[in-house]
């Protein structure tokens, strides 16, 4: 059978909870990873690529960590050039162009500005060789190319581009390049899917508790399932350690033979407003006035996203909320160079917050730490993987394969460089999808078609054909947003989502994209289709919509 019929076969679902914890109990794996964020994800679809027997497990929902709260940018780091890291940023932009190419529906092109001032700290002439090292990097050697050629823009080239930039300082030029725009956890599902669809078991909501060992050698874990209160034991040739933010809680049993402490958490705060409120045409990486840190203006459809902050943060990991000091440190910047912007608090249509798991480098400023990631072992056999980009996410889990490739842990499994770096099974490229169109022609808005086909990929036709055959499924779930009842179910059939914040922060953008105020409508529609769906009595349906908004509430500081 064909991996894409695989891919809707809705078996990895919550109604499959059960069966699939059972498989988890019954099987012998080679590996079990700790950790469902973008890193465990690649680990597990890079394994299954490999005829490896996988089982994937995290605490919490599927990129409720890190991997739900980034920038949602796929992105070489321009801003990297001026440290000096040109391996990462080579590694960076060809890992962007392979998604861009192989993810094409939700991957997509990001026009961008860096501008350079009279006196600025760094000029016209080191911007310059910036646009052009971006290219050279990315494109020499590489089989995926940037998406267009970077070049730097005269004053008046950038006045006439974005009139609305009104700097004070005289503007010398502006670095003008592409990154691209994406849904991290959309990603991070997807991602996982592939796994699963090669035989991978992977279940959310299922904590890690201790190692289960034989002889001094980890063979396994012990977890306590979060849904029942229930322990099991899963047992597995090679662990691996990818928990991101929580790696230094992993290895608390290991005082002695790894380096501690790994991570060096910080905050990154993003808050959205409609695009109008600022009138950018592209996307802007901007220096705080404060205290000099690069920032983005990014634009995605009608909103943009202002951020990140990056502050070491010793709060709770789960859950790090935007303050009003945090929005306050951004507003401030983006008001020096547009000071027409509405941004006033009450504009704000959401805000969200992570922490990034820096690995520790001693002496420097949390924005100055490479984004390098770091592979490791221990005695006692455990594997662990951490740092790194969510661009680099594939690359990660290809090194770690070296690892085991060098140790001898399987044999087989060895494979030429970038092997992995495939299509996607979801992914849909915009030509096959106007083929659909023209085939089917959907009677649906315009602006639904185009969410689905940039959320969805392939699973944008089973959506339509859902909707086509059931006319109620096009019902939205708000009136002037693109989500509609038919994508919902589509969710709750094809991927793990036992609880509404999954549903709304996760699998889709809804938490993000709808306004604050607008939430209650959108936790009442979305709970009462899970009741349906999941067998919900009202008391669990108000718990859920329950816990729903008093996270929204906890987003909006004012």
Not at 201 to 216: P, Q, R, T
Not at 262 to 268: C, D, E, N, Q, S
Request: net charge neutral.
């Amino acid at each position: 059978m064909e991996f894409r019929e695989k891919l809707f076969e809705e078996k990895w679902n919550h109604h499959n909870r059960d069966a699939i914890i059972q498989q988890l109990k019954d099987t012998i794996y080679d590996i079990v990873i700790i950790g469902g964020g973008v890193t465990g994800a690649g680990v597990a679809r890079e394994s299954a690529l490999r005829g490896l027997k996988v089982a994937l497990i995290d605490k919490q929902d599927f990129a409720a960590g890190t991997s739900s709260r980034s920038s949602k940018l796929a992105h070489g780091g321009f801003r990297y050039l001026t440290k000096g890291e040109f391996g990462l940023v080579r590694e960076s932009t060809t890992e962007r162009n392979w998604l861009r190419n192989h993810f094409p529906h939700n991957v997509r092109p990001l026009s961008f500005l860096f501008v350079t001032h009279e006196g600025g700290k760094y000029g016209k002439g080191i911007m310059r060789v910036g646009v052009w090292l971006y290219d050279l990097l990315s494109n020499t050697f590489s089989k995926f190319k940037n998406y267009k050629k970077h070049r730097f823009l005269k004053p008046e080239e950038f006045k006439e581009m974005e009139p609305a930039y009104k700097s004070e300082k005289p503007v010398s030029g502006a670095a003008f390049f592409y990154d691209t725009n994406i849904d991290d956890a959309r990603l991070t599902i997807e991602t996982i899917k592939e796994a699963v669809i090669r035989g991978a078991d992977a279940i959310n909501y299922m904590e890690f508790k201790s190692f289960l060992k034989e002889e001094g050698r980890i063979v396994g874990i012990k977890c306590l399932d979060l849904e029942k209160n229930e322990e099991l034991e899963i047992y597995g040739k090679q662990v691996v350690n990818a928990t991101g933010i929580w790696t230094d809680e992993i290895l608390e049993a290991y005082p002695e033979d790894v380096p501690k402490p790994v991570i060096r958490p910080t905050k990154g705060v993003h808050i959205q407003y409609p695009r109008e409120n600022i009138q950018n045409i592209n996307a802007f990486g901007l220096r705080s006035i404060d205290d000099g840190r690069v920032f983005f203006v990014l634009s995605r459809g009608d909103v943009n996203v202002i951020g990140t902050t990056d502050t070491d943060y010793k709060g709770n990991l789960a859950n790090p909320y935007c303050t009003k000091e945090d929005a306050d440190y951004l507003i401030r910047s983006v008001k020096e160079v547009f000071p027409d912007a509405k941004l006033d608090y009450e504009h704000i249509i959401s805000t969200y917050a992570g922490a990034r798991p820096l690995v520790m480098q001693k002496g420097k400023s949390e924005s100055s730490v490479s984004r390098t990631h770091l592979i490791f072992w221990s005695k006692d056999g455990l594997l662990t993987i951490t740092g790194g980009k969510l661009t680099t996410f594939r690359k990660m889990a290809e090194d770690l394969m070296k690892e085991l490739e060098q140790r001898e842990v399987f044999r087989g499994i060895k494979r030429k460089k970038n092997f992995s770096k495939q299509m996607f099974v979801i992914g849909l490229d915009k030509e096959d999808w106007e083929k659909y169109l023209s085939e089917t022609k959907p009677n649906l808005d315009q602006d639904i078609l185009e969410h689905l086909y940039q959320q969805y990929g392939e699973g944008a036709k089973k959506i339509i054909d859902m909707e086509i055959n059931d006319s109620k499924l096009k019902e939205r779930i708000i009136s002037e947003h693109p989500f509609t009842v038919g994508e919902i179910l589509y969710i709750l059939k094809n991927e793990q989502a036992p609880h509404l914040m999954d549903l709304v922060c996760r699998r889709t953008e809804m938490a993000l994209r709808i306004h604050h105020k607008k939430q209650n409508t959108v936790a009442e529609k979305v709970a009462d289709i899970m009741a349906k769906e999941y067998g919900w009595d009202e008391t669990q349906k108000k718990k859920e919509i329950k816990e729903y908004l008093d996270h929204i509430k906890r987003t909006i500081f004012f």
